[in-house]
């Protein structure tokens, strides 16, 4: 093929592509039975963005995804997926999106090349086989059989699926869910190879670090909501610092253990420090307790821990102990629902 | 890579080839499990050769006279240890010697012991000097396709058609929806009646191995009688093939654990193996349930597929057996594709 007919087909990539958002949802709402699993979502992913859904489990991040991937239908709203939506248009989105399933278990008997070889028969146009075997890094393991892969092979391969037809939208389900740290590392680089492809890619996640380590753009969603949305700066930004301060105190010059039991008995009850007076600190934006443990948001750690000290002293408490962490998004979902993430 | 190979349909038809042949119990239960059946039914109701009857007398004289005749053994024992031996079933008939002639003890509800009192009768009359009215010959006839080989062949073949149709479709399509594969596969853009296809296409290519493995070893071991034509038999297997499918489709269709659909596919077909003619003929069973009978679709096959080897009788005569496998394929078959899960 000549350079002239490349730039040709460059350019008619670029009009395919068009200039509207990837996905666009608005008001979508679904029920199972008695739980409403999609409570009035609204969520427009731009071009070529790579865009996190995040939330606990049960929050309703796989029903948006499979909305969106059109295996579940919606109960109200509209979904337009690549300026398409899938009454009228599902042949065309079907080759134009790649999809990596919850729990998908391919043929144990099966090869990699072969169950590679089915799904791009399923495509008119997309890279070769031999190639999506190449960006999985699965090489080595072409003609081993499924049943014989490790958990992180056998998601390489879930991706090598969905990346047989090109596509332009690339939806993935939990990626990394119950595979080891390396395997966990390995996936992302492979989604950070296919994001700098140009490819839209939205994901689900109940990892934190996941989300801030991949993502564009993310959207936190509980009991089927979004409730925050934004990048992840931003999100960790409305906590009101950039650190997190956690710390326990005692009146008495107790075990951090006794102090906490808040057993009148034994006298030692946990200390209650002033909240005005440290909300007072320069730097110190919030405080909340969670089961004994006091946290502040606080900027410029630095200047403002010396005087969280002072003060504590200075109102006659025993620290118990004491530490501090950047602010995560773990830390926005916790200001914003009051609970942690993986409490489920 | 040419074009046939890249077309989804040819992909997912080996996918099923290749996932079939790399399961080694199936393929004994479809290629070995009929052929042994067929050698164990074979050896057990082998034809013998016409047996020697054991007759007892109560003298020396009338032993000889028995032990002339060719189907009789005679032993000379007392009276009252002959009735023992008959009790016992050592001998069939103990012949007394009277008085006034000679008297016949035997079971005359065996029908070896029958034949033992017509041989014995005619051996003491003979030995008596009774002459033949008329001169009588034998003409020995051991026909071929008249045997129990030969009629629970075709038996088998339709078993057997019947459980690997079932089996075949029916495990694939559970366990493929309960990984999550079904899901997946209507995930991406592949054509849901290819998946569908694939199953019958594999299972006509299986189909060819099967019947030619089985029918061959039948021919070769037992001799069992072609009378009729082959491509007609070729057909009926293939439409018996495709009837099962098809049940095995809507049996699996809905099914979310291998429990569910073993239980559905024992109901389906327990009745069949006991009903339609398998072992022995279906016209046994009471008029009253004749109906049901008729209606299954084994039984349909399993008629034709005896009138095709035993009879030689064409398609022609056989429609309405070809018209109940053509719609046990259809209605099934079209049920299954408008209630099938595909999550």
Redesign the interface.
């Known amino acids: 093929m000549s350079e002239g007919l490349g730039l040709v087909e460059t350019g008619a990539r670029v009009v395919a592509q068009g200039i509207g958002p990837s996905l666009l949802l608005r008001g979508v709402r679904k029920a199972f039975a008695d739980v409403q699993a999609v409570d009035g979502l609204d969520l427009e992913v731009a071009r070529g963005e790579c865009f996190g859904l995040l939330g606990p489990n049960g929050a309703g991040k796989t029903t948006t995804i499979e909305i969106c991937e059109g295996l579940t239908a919606p109960d109200e709203g509209s979904v337009e997926v690549l300026g398409l939506n899938w009454r009228t248009g599902a042949g065309e989105l079907r080759q134009r999106i790649g999809i990596q399933l919850q729990e998908t278990q391919f043929p144990d008997k099966l090869t990699v090349e072969e169950t590679l070889r089915m799904f791009r028969s399923f495509f008119k146009h997309g890279i070769s086989v031999e190639e999506s075997i190449k960006t999985a890094q699965l090489e080595e393991k072409r003609k081993s059989r499924v049943g014989g892969l490790s958990g992180g092979q056998k998601q390489r391969l879930a991706m090598a699926t969905a990346l047989v037809g090109d596509p332009e939208l690339l939806f993935l389900d939990e990626p990394t869910t119950g595979l080891d740290p390396q395997a966990r590392r390995h996936l992302w680089d492979l989604v950070d190879e296919l994001k700098h492809a140009g490819r839209t890619i939205i994901l689900t996640t109940h990892y934190m670090d996941e989300a801030e380590r991949l993502c564009d753009r993310v959207a936190i969603m509980d009991h089927g909501k979004v409730i925050a949305l934004g990048t992840p700066q931003q999100l960790i930004g409305t906590v009101g610092g950039e650190d997190i301060v956690e710390f326990a105190v005692g009146e008495f010059d107790d075990s951090r253990a006794s102090s906490v039991t808040d057993s009148p008995v034994s006298g030692a009850r946990p200390g209650a420090p002033r909240v005005e007076a440290l909300l007072a600190i320069p730097g110190v934006h919030s405080h909340r307790v969670d089961a004994g443990l006091h946290q502040l948001s606080v900027s410029q750690l630095h200047l403002a821990v010396p005087r969280i000290f002072a003060e504590i002293a200075e109102q006659g408490l025993h620290l118990s102990e004491f530490r501090t962490h950047s602010a995560t998004l773990e830390d926005v979902f916790v200001r914003l629902t009051g609970r942690n993430l993986r409490d489920e | 890579m040419n074009k046939l190979q890249?077309?989804?349909l040819?992909?997912?038809t080996m996918?099923r080839f290749?996932?079939f042949l790399?399961?080694p119990e199936a393929i004994f239960w479809i290629f070995f499990f009929p052929i042994l059946l067929a050698v164990g039914l074979g050896i057990a109701f082998r034809n013998r050769p016409a047996d020697v009857l054991q007759v007892g007398a109560t003298t020396v004289q009338l032993t000889q006279a028995l032990a002339a005749d060719k189907g009789l053994t005679a032993t000379t024992v007392d009276e009252a240890e002959g009735t023992h031996e008959l009790a016992t079933g050592r001998i069939l008939l103990l012949a007394i010697q009277r008085a006034d002639g000679v008297a016949y003890k035997y079971d005359d509800t065996n029908p070896d012991a029958r034949t033992a009192r017509l041989l014995a009768d005619r051996a003491v009359q003979a030995a008596a000097g009774r002459q033949d009215a008329v001169q009588a010959g034998n003409e020995l006839v051991h026909e071929t396709g008249a045997r129990y080989i030969d009629f629970v062949v075709p038996g088998l073949l339709g078993m057997n058609l019947m459980g690997s149709a079932m089996w075949g479709l029916g495990f694939a399509i559970v366990e493929?929806r309960q990984?999550?594969?079904l899901?997946?596969l209507?995930?991406?853009?592949?054509p849901k009646w290819q998946y569908l296809a694939s199953f019958l296409l594999s299972r006509l290519a299986m189909l060819i191995i099967e019947i030619t493995f089985f029918l061959g070893f039948a021919k070769v071991a037992f001799g069992v009688p072609f009378r009729g034509s082959l491509w007609q038999l070729a057909l009926l297997c293939l439409m018996t093939s495709l009837a099962f499918s098809g049940l095995g489709l809507l049996v699996s269709s809905r099914a979310k654990t291998m429990e569910a659909v073993s239980g559905l596919m024992n109901l389906v077909m327990l009745p069949m193996w006991i009903l339609s003619g398998v072992f022995f003929s279906a016209t046994r069973f009471p008029a009253v349930i004749q109906p049901v009978v008729r209606a299954l679709p084994l039984t349909a096959a399993i008629e034709a597929m005896r009138g095709n080897m035993l009879q030689g009788t064409g398609l022609g005569q056989m429609m309405p057996q070809v018209g109940l496998l053509a719609f046990w394929f259809l209605v099934p078959f079209l049920v299954s594709l408008r209630i099938f899960r595909w999550?």
Do not use: T
């Open positions: 890249l077309s989804s040819y992909q997912l996918v290749r996932l790399r399961e493929a990984k999550k594969l899901k997946r209507v995930a991406s853009p592949m999550r």
